[in-house]
């Protein structure tokens, strides 16, 4: 199993720019999450998925959209990139405990 | 909706000695408790979890304990080794779906 996975690993993007982070697992997970890790400010959370077609807003969701068409994918979208969505996006998924986090993409918002 | 607050932030400890972090939540219907540890460049993976009908447990050096009345719940290293220096992080749940973090404690430890 290659667990959770997430495309690209690093990303720059000029402000006002829109683009997707992509998270698939391959161990039917009905919980998916998306995190943005901050120097400092631990482990926010902007969406997460009970299962798919059902998604629901976490702590910082302004700025992100997220959809659930299938239990293995869980995109995030960023719709106008601004400084301030400058960080490192971690995608988790679990099933009611231990989560499973992807590598990470780092994205610089210039 | 549910917060997490953890300290502290950081923390040095000699090697061999204890290594104690908190936190507490605010939502009294969190009922899963877990924390992750994340080594530089790496990503977090948990080392234990508690649930609310379990006051305390153990996993050889690593113990969690939970005060639900007073909702805190702690984390317990014991005889600590260089490959305990990470960041630490504890997090709390309603029945394990969403789940919040707290920020972080960076740990090290001292030779």
């Known amino acids: 199993n290659a667990g959770v996975t997430q495309t690209p690993k690093f990303q720059v993007l000029k402000t006002g720019q829109s683009m997707t982070l992509q998270c698939a697992q391959d161990m039917n997970h009905e919980y998916m999450s998306w995190y943005r890790q901050d120097p400092g400010m631990g482990l926010r959370l902007i969406h997460y998925?009970?299962?798919?077609?059902?998604?629901d807003q976490g702590e910082v969701p302004n700025g992100y959209n997220v959809s659930r068409s299938t239990t293995e994918d869980f995109p995030l979208r960023l719709l106008s990139a601004a400084p301030s969505q400058t960080s490192v996006y971690f995608c988790?998924?679990?099933?009611?405990?231990?989560?499973?986090f992807g590598p990470g993409t780092r994205l610089t918002v210039t | 909706g549910e917060n997490v607050e953890q300290h502290p932030s950081t923390l040095s400890v000699q090697e061999g000695d204890s290594a104690v972090i908190k936190c507490t939540y605010s939502?009294?219907?969190?009922?899963?408790f877990p924390w992750y540890k994340q080594e530089l460049g790496k990503r977090p993976q948990l080392i234990i979890d508690?649930?609310?009908?379990?006051g305390e447990k153990k996993d050889q050096r690593i113990a969690v304990t939970l005060n639900k009345t007073a909702k805190h719940f702690s984390l317990h290293i014991t005889e600590t080794q260089p490959e305990d220096s990470a960041v630490y992080f504890c997090?709390?749940?309603?029945?394990?779906?969403?789940?919040?973090f707290g920020s972080g404690t960076r740990l090290s430890i001292r030779p």
């Open positions: 508690i649930r609310s009908n379990v």
């Open positions: 939502d009294s219907a969190s009922n899963y």
């Open positions: 988790a998924s679990h099933l009611l405990g231990e989560q499973y």
């Open positions: 997090a709390a749940s309603i029945s394990a779906s969403k789940i919040i």
């Open positions: 998925s009970v299962g798919a077609g059902i998604t």
